[in-house]
């Protein structure tokens, strides 16, 4: 499957500096994700060029740590208190208070700002969600269950009591198990859902839910560690990554039309969920 979205977007995520490089490198979030620290950094080490290029930073001056798994992220957003970061939805909700979090910038896919979430099964197996209830699901998302239940259930299904869950690094090999009746169903984001047409399963599935639109989430700041100016500044520089020469073939790659400054009022009905499940 395509690279995701989070990952050029961890990378985007360095210049997040002021007019001086950062004290303290970007913290870059993929929870849940298949994409190791290495591969991740090489990634990161050549969008970078681009983006101080773009936004006008001094070469070499924009750095970032990255971690593919949730506790982590938390403990780096303590530890290194970045004023920005590429996190997903479900960290900017959990961590917005205690650090001050607003969105900055949100990327555009396939010409929408949002996504859906979907459980498959084997076709005919199951008629309902509620007929999953203590059978096993898997998936990469499940990384984090309170925004699985909290935003993508929308409350209505708490995954650690409803389901028996089985986290997955890989789509595909959920996929597989599925496949082969090892689990009994798989919860994909968009862009793992699109690239279903492309594996090859022996048996056909079909989709039991689907959520609501949820709106993507690119790079946050710390409100409060942070000025408007910088957030500005970064923004626009983001902005600009898919329309310059280099950066339109990297955009490209990641599957990203384009990066825009985001009004943070656009998350607010995903945190009044957020606030009522708790």
């Known amino acids: 499957m395509k690279k995701t979205c989070f990952t050029l ?14 004290d303290a490198p970007i913290v870059v979030c993929y929870p849940g994700g298949s994409v190791n620290a290495k591969d991740a950094n090489a990634a990161m080490g050549s969008m970078l060029r681009v983006v101080e290029r773009v936004g006008q930073w001094q070469a070499g001056s924009l750095n970032s740590v990255f971690t593919a798994k949730a506790d982590e992220c938390r403990k780096l957003m303590d530890d290194k208190n970045p004023k920005f970061a590429i996190a997903s939805l479900g960290i900017f909700l959990e961590q917005r208070d205690r650090h001050h979090l607003v969105p900055v910038v949100q990327p555009t896919i396939n010409g929408i700002t949002t996504e859906r979430y979907r459980v498959i099964v084997q076709k005919g197996k199951f008629n309902s969600l509620e007929e999953l209830k203590g059978k096993t699901l898997g998936g990469t998302v499940l990384d984090a269950p309170g925004f699985i239940g909290k935003i993508v259930f929308a409350g209505k299904y708490h995954p650690e009591s409803f389901f028996q869950l089985q986290a997955s690094n890989q789509a595909i ?14 919860i994909l984001n968009e862009q793992q859902f699109n690239g279903l047409a492309s594996l090859n399963l022996t048996n ?32 626009n520089a983001l902005a600009g990554m898919c329309t310059d020469a280099e950066g339109k073939k990297l955009c490209e790659l990641f599957g990203v039309d384009s990066f825009a400054l985001v009004n943070p009022a656009t998350f607010e009905p995903m945190v009044k969920l957020w606030k009522k499940g708790k």
């Open 9 to 22: 977007l961890a990378v985007l995520l360095a210049p997040i500096a002021s007019i001086a490089a950062p």
């Open 173 to 186: 090999r959920a996929l597989r198990s599925l496949d082969k009746g090892e689990i009994d169903a798989v």
């Open 204 to 235: 056909p599935i079909e989709t039991l839910f689907t959520s609501e639109d949820i709106p993507l989430m690119g790079m946050v700041a710390d409100g409060k560690n942070s000025t408007a100016e910088e957030r500005t500044r970064l923004g």
